[in-house]
């Protein structure tokens, strides 16, 4: 399920927005057996966009549109999360215990990238009641009741 309505997650986060804020390069990876390292890259990233997204779909429980006021924040919660994913690839590449021809094929452990997801979301999470989406209300007793 993409995560947001009018466009492909991949239009809305490039693997270029996670290079310029990683600084990543193919040369990073040492592709083995792939003709266009950048190609390859790009396809990890991704790959990777769109595994988070699904991360973050699964908590908010809903697609979020451009037009809305949290588009830009969970955005940038997806590059951040990704970016992360980066990260702990790249320190999982520098241990001698990792063999990087299988790197581009294993998937990841997300789990430590992911952890903190829950938090990052929570003010954007809308909870259900009466099976309709919507936000939570509270009824003060200095109001005067409506129904």
Same mark, same amino acid.
């Given at each position: 399920? &993409?995560?947001?309505?009018?466009?492909?997650?991949?239009?809305?986060?490039? !693997?270029?927005?996670?290079?310029?804020?990683?600084?990543? %390069?193919?040369?990073?990876?040492?592709?083995?057996?792939?003709?266009? &390292?950048?190609? !390859?890259?790009?396809?990890?990233?991704?790959?990777?966009?769109?595994?988070? !997204?699904?991360?973050?779909?699964?908590?908010?429980?809903? %697609?979020?549109?451009?037009?809305?006021?949290?588009?830009?924040?969970?955005?940038?919660?997806?590059?951040?999360?990704?970016?992360?994913?980066?990260?702990?690839?790249?320190?999982?590449?520098?241990? &001698?215990?990792?063999?990087?021809?299988?790197?581009?094929?294993?998937?990841?452990?997300?789990?430590?990238?992911? %952890?903190?997801?829950?938090?990052?979301?929570? &003010?954007?999470?809308?909870?259900? %009641?009466?099976?309709?989406?919507?936000?939570?209300?509270?009824?003060?007793?200095?109001?005067?009741?409506?129904?």
């Amino acid at each position: 399920m &993409p995560l947001f309505k009018e466009k492909k997650t991949t239009e809305i986060v490039t !693997a270029k927005d996670i290079k310029n804020l990683t600084g990543i %390069k193919a040369e990073d990876f040492s592709f083995v057996d792939v003709d266009d &390292p950048e190609k !390859a890259l790009d396809e990890l990233l991704e790959t990777w966009i769109e595994r988070i !997204a699904s991360h973050i779909y699964v908590r908010l429980n809903r %697609k979020i549109s451009i037009e809305d006021g949290e588009f830009l924040a969970i955005q940038d919660v997806l590059i951040r999360t990704v970016a992360n994913l980066v990260s702990i690839a790249q320190q999982q590449r520098t241990n &001698p215990v990792v063999q990087i021809g299988d790197f581009a094929i294993n998937i990841l452990n997300t789990s430590e990238v992911t %952890k903190n997801l829950d938090a990052e979301l929570e &003010p954007f999470i809308r909870y259900k %009641k009466s099976n309709r989406d919507g936000f939570v209300r509270v009824f003060s007793s200095l109001e005067d009741y409506k129904e």
